[in-house]
């Protein structure tokens, strides 16, 4: 079953640091660029990061540049977000999704799984 499953969500105060891990199964996740995205309660779904194939390309949303820093470790089939300098507006299930090659911005593939929530609070 082709799949991939984040993990890393807790609850954090703000200024804090977390690391989610989004881990495939069933295929080779080198071949694919690998977005995060989240979704904070009553909002629409928002693009965070990227990360081109082989990890020479990443993008950001403003919201967390210089914050967070995508990174991916083929060899072990996982791709990371480090949050860093957590903010309350940060809280949000946090989701991973491929794309249709090695680039950013092409058509995502694959269906939304589980999530990990991210709950930034004193």
């Known amino acids: 079953q082709l799949q991939l499953v984040e993990s890393g969500g807790a609850l954090v105060q703000p200024g804090g640091s977390l690391r989610l891990s989004c881990t495939a199964s069933g295929f080779t996740l080198d071949t694919y660029a690998i977005g995060w995205f989240r979704q904070a309660p009553g909002k629409e779904r928002e693009g965070v990061s990227c990360?081109?194939?082989?990890?020479?390309?990443?993008n950001y949303a403003d919201s967390v540049k210089g914050r967070f820093l995508i990174s991916r470790d083929n060899a072990k089939n996982t791709v990371y977000l480090q949050m860093n300098s957590l903010k309350p507006e940060d809280t949000a299930v946090y989701y991973c999704?491929?794309?249709?090659?090695?680039?950013?911005?092409?058509?995502?593939?694959?269906?939304w799984g589980q999530g990990t929530q991210v709950t930034v609070s004193s």
């Open positions: 990360i081109s194939g082989r990890g020479g390309s990443t």
């Open positions: 999704r491929r794309y249709l090659s090695v680039r950013c911005g092409t058509p995502l593939i694959g269906s």
